[in-house]
């Protein structure tokens, strides 16, 4: 019988392209930065938004714990969450919050604490926004925990609910 | 006189022309980075929130005399290699890089093999 070479060759490619085809299709292409997890926060410099301190990366490293929190006041979803970080400060004394804001006023910022409580420990500004690149957001609210040697523990991207509220008491008891 | 307005002349054309080439820098590289809000559409393509802040920092990292391919390190480090459309070779994707060059040499290959085997043909 004899083979034919260019059947045989067509023939594998179809199958090569098939399973490719299929290996994309099983993939999960849905964005996420949780793949930061594990790895340490770069160095950032940010204004106090009610004094004239900068905060930076150092700052972070005297708490055990620390829960970097990207909220605005014009940002529904941030309302959603707010009580999950009021109760986390009134109940882990081991974590600190520092509450970026990002791309907001003054102004609006202390009306939105005034209304539904203040869990920060520091708050620092980014008005326009290229700081949180700095951290990997891409959207608020986004939510950060961080150990003291500064390495990320946990990435929450969306409002924070009652599930990852009970994950980050236990990561920091 | 005139020559004053020369020199005028010539620094303005050449600002403008430096003007010119640093922004179709800031465009090559605001083609090759994924708006990861959006959908299908590049940082350059899109007015998302999220767009316009990457813009501003690639602005400023070019300021501070930053490469492209060190603004690109720091975009993968923070968003992960989707943020890039063009992927850096990696084992992973070996497939990708190679695989069209390996098209080009079969396909060269079986049009040489069909073009011989029928002047072979005609000759009979």
């Known amino acids: ?173 | 006189m005139i020559f004053k307005k020369i020199i005028i002349i010539y620094f303005l054309l050449s600002s403008s022309l430096y003007c010119k080439e640093a922004s179709l820098e800031l465009i090559e590289i605001y083609k090759n980075l994924r708006c990861i809000v959006c959908q299908g559409q590049s940082i350059a393509d899109s007015n998302s929130d999220f767009a316009s802040t990457i813009k501003l920092v690639v602005k400023d990292q070019i300021k501070e005399g930053k490469t492209e391919e060190e603004i690109y390190n720091f975009l993968i480090s923070k968003y992960g290699e989707w943020i890039v459309y063009k992927p850096t070779f990696k084992k992973n994707n070996f497939f990708l890089w190679f695989l069209p060059y390996f098209i080009f040499i079969l396909g060269g290959l079986i049009i040489f093999i069909i073009i011989k085997k029928s002047k072979h043909n005609r000759a009979n």
């Open chain 1, 1 to 173: 019988m004899r083979i034919n070479f260019s059947k045989i060759i067509i023939f594998s490619f179809v199958i090569f392209l098939i399973s490719v085809f299929w290996m994309g299709l099983k993939k999960d292409n849905n964005y996420s930065t949780k793949n930061l997890t594990g790895s340490e926060i770069g160095n950032f410099k940010l204004p106090s938004i009610y004094s004239s301190d900068i905060i930076s990366e150092e700052a972070l490293k005297q708490n055990q714990f620390t829960l970097i929190n990207f909220f605005a006041s014009w940002c529904a979803p941030c309302r959603l969450e707010h009580k999950y970080l009021i109760k986390l400060a009134r109940q882990n004394k081991n974590i600190k919050i520092l509450g970026v804001n990002f791309k907001d006023k003054k102004k609006n910022v202390t009306n939105f604490l005034n209304e539904l409580g203040d869990p920060y420990d520091y708050i620092v500004e980014d008005r326009d926004g290229k700081a949180s690149i700095l951290f990997g957001t891409y959207g608020i609210p986004e939510t950060i925990l961080i150990n003291k040697e500064l390495i990320i523990i946990k990435k929450v991207i969306g409002p924070l609910d009652q599930t990852q509220y009970e994950e980050i008491l236990k990561l920091t008891q």
